[in-house]
């Protein structure tokens, strides 16, 4: 069983070998070490074989570091080529018990393991406002950096927020080191619940993004 494999998926080139990869999560996967829902993210590396493909299939394997953390409800994949010097995989969750969830950013090397110990950077709410929802975007402050935002929906009381972070970070990050970009009008707006961004819409050749509020 997948155990909710297949809630979220991204592919792209990671490592530059011409071929699409797929990143595929289960958010509901217990970890190796039996801690329920902490999520998993499995890695292909393209060309991907034709037929029934399952986890044990995988290239890269990584598993949630918390108990019903469910990492994996949001996935991104940066292509290499983009300013960061090789490609990646970000990964964000929604907390089930509520908590304040957090963003990953693996490289597209980083060894099969636990998400926490994979990571090169990773972004946190302010104490219980969760970050999780996330996408990939061009280089919008043209300087030859990709960029990705990371929606906070329940930041300023439920109103929510978007930032937008840069593909050659390295460490630990909350939201406040980031300048808010977008901001709900009213609580409970929950801004930044879904997201995807990439594409020019308006044909300026700046990338454009799409946020979702469900309230």
Same mark, same amino acid.
């Given at each position: 069983s997948w155990d909710e494999?297949?809630?979220?998926?991204?592919?792209?080139? !990671?490592?530059?070998? +011409?071929?699409?990869? !797929? @990143?595929?999560?289960?958010?509901?996967r217990d970890s190796p070490n039996s801690l329920a829902e902490a999520g998993a @993210?499995?890695?292909?590396?393209g060309p991907i074989a034709s037929g029934n493909i399952g986890a044990l299939d995988?290239?890269?394997?990584?598993g949630g570091q918390e108990e019903f953390g469910r990492q994996g409800t949001y996935l991104a994949v940066v292509p290499e080529g983009t300013?960061?010097?090789?490609?990646?995989?970000?990964?964000?969750?929604?907390?089930?018990?509520g908590g304040a969830c957090e963003v990953f950013v693996l490289g597209e090397d980083a060894p099969s393991?636990?998400?926490?110990?994979?990571? %090169?950077s990773r972004?946190?709410?302010?104490?219980?406002?969760? @970050?999780?929802p996330v996408t990939t975007l061009d280089d919008i402050s043209e300087d030859g950096i990709g960029?990705?935002? %990371?929606?906070?929906? +329940?930041?300023?009381? +439920?109103?929510?927020?978007?930032?937008?972070g840069k593909v050659d970070m390295e460490g630990s990050y909350t939201l406040s080191d980031f300048p808010v970009v977008f901001r709900?009008?009213?609580?409970?707006? +929950?801004l930044g619940w879904i997201m995807a961004g990439g594409g020019d819409l308006d044909g300026d050749k700046v990338s454009d993004i799409l946020i979702g509020s469900p309230h």
């Open positions: 494999g297949g809630i979220d998926a991204s592919a792209g080139d !990671l490592n530059n070998d +011409g071929m699409v990869d !797929l @990143v595929i999560s289960a958010p509901q @993210v499995y890695v292909f590396f995988s290239d890269r394997a990584y300013g960061a010097g090789f490609g990646l995989i970000i990964v964000g969750s929604t907390d089930a018990l393991g636990v998400l926490s110990d994979a990571a %090169i972004v946190s709410g302010r104490g219980v406002e969760a @970050v999780g960029n990705f935002a %990371i929606g906070a929906p +329940g930041a300023e009381s +439920g109103a929510g927020e978007v930032v937008i709900g009008e009213v609580a409970q707006e +929950g």
